[in-house]
Every structure is written in C-alpha cells, then in structure tokens.
C-alpha cells in the first residue's frame, strides 16, 4: 500500500511497538515443527481459495495443507496458472510481502520459486516462533485457537479454546466424562460436566478465553434439549442437535460470566456467509451482558453492521484479526469509519490467523501497519489529531486493548 509522508512515519513508529497477536491457529512448536512444512504449504493459508476461486481443481486445492515435503515440481506447475490471477489480492499480497521481508525475493515466479521453497524448508528448526513472532513481530503474546493445553514450552502463546466442549455425539459425552470425572447419564449431567470442564481449562493458566460462531440460536428449551440428549445417548444419529447445542451454550455462556473471560465469536467471510452474520451476536450481546464478546474479522463483507454493533454494545470489541488479509482497503475504509463510531478502547488491530506457514504473520502485520498508520495518517494529515495521539491510539489497537480483554 503507497503511504504519503506523514502515514509512512506513522508506520514506522508503529512497527517499533510490542504487540499482541490475538488470533492465530498454531500448535505448539513442536508439533508444528513435526508436520515439516515445505513450499506448498505457503499457498495454502487463505490463497488456496482463492486459486480455487480463480480455476484451480478443488482436489488439489484439498491437498495443500497436506504436511510433509513435496518437491517444487510436484505442485508449482499446478499453482502457476492460477497464481498470476490472484496475485494482486490481499490474500497473496501477505506472501508476497513475506518473501521480501524474510527471504529478500522480490516476485514469486518461475525463476524464484525453488528459492522460496528451500527457504521456508530451512526455517523448519527449533526457535522459529521466537525468530518469527517476537523477533520479527515484536509479539508479547499471542492468542491461538485451538483444542490443546499443551504450551508449556512456548510461554508465548495463550489459547482461546472451544467453548462446545462437550460436543454432541455419544462419544464426544464419553471423552468428556473421562476428563471430568463426571458420569454423564442425564442432561444434567452433561451440563454439569461441560461448566466443570471450562473451570478445569482456567486451571491451566494457559486458556485465557473460549471461542463460539456467530450464527442463528434457539431460544434454550430444556425439553427439546433432553429429548435429543436421551436420543444421542441411545446411539440414535442425530443431525443437527440444534436445540442441545444451544441449551448447552446457554448454561456454559453463564459460567463464562462466572469466570470472567471473554468469548470470541467467528463472524463472516466464508462459503455461505450469511449463516455467518455478526448481527446474530446482537442476541448474544442482549442475552448476556455480563460476558465480554470479541467478534472476529468485523463480520466480513457485514462490516458496518459490526461496527454498529461494537458501538451500541458495551460488552462487544472488534476485532480485525484476519481483516487485511481479505481485503486491505476494505479494511482502512472501515476502520476510519469505526475510528467515527466506536470508542478506541473496543478496536484490536491485528491477528495474523495462521496454521500453516507461520512465516506469513510478517507479511500480515506489515499490511495491519499500513491499514492503521493510513486511518491514523489521515487524521494527522487534516488536523484532527497530533502525531502522538495517533501513535497513543495505535498502541491501543495493537496491544493495550487486547492485553485487557484477554487479561494477558
């Protein structure tokens, strides 16, 4: 993104702040360092559907996140096509800026594309969190959404986890007995075991929230929730155990409020997107208002109904993890507007949102940077605020904000 004078020098006094990245996918090193990700895999974090997008066979798109080696030849030539279409757009915009940054390769094409995969494979050693996400990130903290405690050693990372723990199948009331301690006969049970299981993930000192989506809800009745309780623990299939779904996350959402964490809440962007729509966290926002919810990628392309939210709510923030990614100047366009409508305390300015490669949180933080020195820059630039109340604001968005809701 071209930057004027004064939102360059913005930027630059932005990249110097320590951040907390608040949402990402990744596992512990590790594990992650066990999938031996290679080239391919660079393409997969988000540019995959876009390729698809563009006419690339969905069962090779399927493949790409495949972990394991694969020699350039085995998967460019199918690439290559599709990527001189998407390359301009957001998603591959992140790579791009990833390879320059880290691997000095200034276009990814034919001539360079070995050199990029052999560089993303010799990353692949111990530290590479620390290289990447406190080094070149500056990250205090991250928040990573997954189903796994098991981050002692990477003292980094803090984990918003699932809140449907106890899931809704047969054996998923099993697991959670076991873990629990709590024999699960009647509906009660399950409840019971499901609240003590969010106090178990607490204890661990490493869940620091718990994460729903942002979709239709029925009304809790405990009636229709025991009828499909007694049905799923007979072996009978159930499809869609809506009415237990949300009878369960109705109970659990109050222990949250107990426990005074926040829950984020998936909003927007993909396939059928409207399932997806940030205005259902409205009745989350009503029902519960002593629960903090930080609603995800403002709901995109719903972008103003999530801002509008964010403003009339006390308990709702906006999140732009993942934002810039799906569309840069969708996001400055709506960032100045939310700059309009929302009190600065409410904004978190980035979450890279990653599993595979972890390289690319570079790229996706520099195009966070210029998202928000663009928003702030303007301010300067018309005399609305002074430098350093833009760069005081910017240290809000990418950390301060994030460190509170999340108390970390």
Known sequence: MKL?????ALYNELAELTIVDAHEHLPPEKAYLSYQYSGANFFAGYIRNDLVSAGLPVEFKNTMRDPGYKDVSEWWPQIAPYWERVKEGSHARAAIITARELYGI?????RTINRLADAIIADNTSGLYTRILSERCKARVVLTCVERT??????????????DVSGTTADSFERLGESTGIRINTLDDLVDAS??????????KVVVGFKTKSFYRFEPDEGEANALFKRIRAGQRV??????RDYLFDKLAGAVADLDMPIAVHAGVWGDFRELD??????????????????????????RDAAIIGKNFPNVSLNLCWCP????????NVLNEILDLVPLNKII???????????????????AREVVASVLGERIESGEITEERALEIGKMWFHDNASEIYKV
Request: glycine residues 4%; contains cysteine.
């Open 150 to 163: 098991d981050f002692q050693d990477d003292p980094l990372f803090r984990v918003v986890a699932p809140i």
């Open 278 to 303: 940030p205005k259902y966290t409205i009745d989350l926002a009503i029902r519960y208002p002593d629960v903090h919810f930080d609603l995800f990628h403002l709901g995109m392309p719903m972008v």
């Open 195 to 204: 609240i003590h299981r969010l106090y178990q993930l607490k204890e661990t």
């Open 239 to 244: 499809i869609k155990p809506f009415h237990l």
């Open 106 to 110: 200034e276009e990814i094409n034919d």
């Open 4 to 8: 004027s004078r004064v939102t360059q």
């Open 349 to 367: 300015a980035f979450g890279a949102d990653y599993r595979c490669v972890v390289q690319k949180a570079v790229g996706h933080l520099v195009m």
């Open 325 to 332: 990614v799906v569309s840069q100047r969708l996001t400055v």
